[in-house]
């Protein structure tokens, strides 16, 4: 782990970031089975405790990286906070390939041991459980119906990721930018906000010089207004719905996916 981040066992000691000496709390612990049957509905009830018995508890300071890219990936439930799932290419552009929400299941890849394609940095002060990606393959091997409900994180996924893939080929920086301000609404404008206009360029797979011309056209059509060096304020929501509709993944289902 690096930047402030520190993996441990439930139940270990931990000073965290800020310096202020904790530990994980019985209510974190209790938490996370909820948040496995939501993200596993299918899979055995010994399966889900299985996992809550081995979790890693790890408490990660805002910027806080969770795990880089390049490193073999690791299984991770968002228990509290909001993180992001970042990539740099090879020409050194930083893209966000998503954002993951408290009960998002991220790196089901991990059961083949594979490498990270990102890294995972924290976006706020964020605890998240962790496990080896042999022991959710394990337990798959034992329980088919975890192993369906496996398949259908990795189907939703694809779904996300071709999306995506579809808006940088075939949609202008101008449709991108409000489609990605529609999408993480609550993040953008929230107070204090998660997301800041700095993200926008990587959410948007564009230059900031590009993201910057389409929000100053938005703030002259009276969508949005920005507030000091990276802040956003929402001006009229019904424009910004209006001119995303038609953009969200048909088949991605939001009752479970807590990652965008």
């Given at each position: 782990?690096?930047?402030?981040?520190?993996?441990?066992?439930?139940?270990?000691?931990?000073?965290?970031?800020?310096?202020?000496?904790?530990?994980p709390t019985p209510l974190?612990?209790?938490?996370?089975?909820?948040?496995?049957?939501?993200?596993?509905?299918?899979?055995?009830?010994?399966?889900?405790?299985?996992?809550?018995?081995?979790?890693?508890?790890?408490?990660?300071?805002?910027?806080?990286?969770?795990?880089?890219?390049?490193?073999?990936?690791?299984?991770?439930?968002?228990?509290?906070?909001?993180?992001?799932?970042?990539?740099?290419?090879?020409?050194?552009?930083?893209?966000?390939?998503?954002?993951?929400?408290?009960?998002?299941?991220?790196?089901?890849?991990?059961?083949?041991?594979?490498?990270?394609?990102?890294?995972?940095?924290?976006?706020?002060?964020?605890?998240?459980?962790?496990?080896?990606?042999?022991?959710?393959?394990?337990?798959?091997?034992?329980?088919?119906?975890?192993?369906?409900?496996?398949?259908?994180?990795?189907?939703?996924?694809?779904?996300?990721?071709?999306?995506?893939?579809?808006?940088?080929?075939?949609?202008?920086?101008?449709?991108?930018?409000?489609?990605?301000?529609?999408?993480?609404?609550?993040?953008?404008?929230?107070?204090?906000?998660?997301?800041?206009?700095?993200?926008?360029?990587g959410l948007v797979g564009?230059?900031?010089?590009?993201?910057?011309?389409?929000?100053?056209?938005?703030?002259?059509?009276?969508?949005?207004?920005?507030?000091?060096?990276?802040?956003?304020?929402?001006?009229?929501?019904?424009?910004?719905?209006?001119?995303?509709?038609?953009?969200?993944?048909?088949?991605?289902?939001?009752?479970?996916?807590?990652?965008?």
């Amino acid at each position: 782990m690096h930047r402030g981040a520190r993996s441990i066992r439930a139940g270990d000691f931990v000073a965290p970031t800020n310096g202020r000496p904790s530990s994980p709390t019985p209510l974190e612990l209790a938490r996370l089975l909820p948040l496995l049957e939501r993200a596993l509905p299918h899979s055995r009830d010994d399966s889900r405790r299985t996992l809550v018995n081995r979790a890693r508890i790890a408490r990660i300071g805002r910027q806080g990286l969770i795990f880089k890219q390049g490193d073999r990936m690791p299984l991770v439930l968002i228990v509290d906070g909001h993180a992001a799932f970042q990539r740099t290419t090879v020409e050194g552009r930083l893209l966000i390939v998503g954002v993951a929400n408290p009960g998002a299941l991220i790196g089901l890849t991990s059961m083949s041991g594979v490498k990270g394609m990102g890294e995972m940095v924290a976006l706020t002060d964020a605890v998240v459980a962790m496990w080896d990606g042999a022991e959710l393959r394990d337990l798959v091997a034992a329980d088919a119906d975890l192993g369906l409900d496996v398949i259908d994180g990795l189907a939703l996924f694809l779904v996300l990721m071709t999306e995506k893939l579809d808006g940088y080929l075939h949609q202008d920086a101008r449709r991108r930018v409000i489609r990605v301000l529609a999408r993480h609404r609550a993040l953008f404008f929230a107070d204090p906000p998660i997301l800041s206009r700095a993200h926008l360029p990587g959410l948007v797979g564009t230059s900031r010089e590009m993201t910057g011309r389409v929000l100053r056209d938005l703030e002259r059509e009276g969508a949005v207004a920005r507030v000091g060096r990276t802040g956003l304020r929402l001006l009229d929501a019904d424009r910004l719905s209006e001119t995303s509709e038609g953009d969200e993944p048909i088949a991605l289902d939001r009752r479970r996916s807590q990652y965008t």
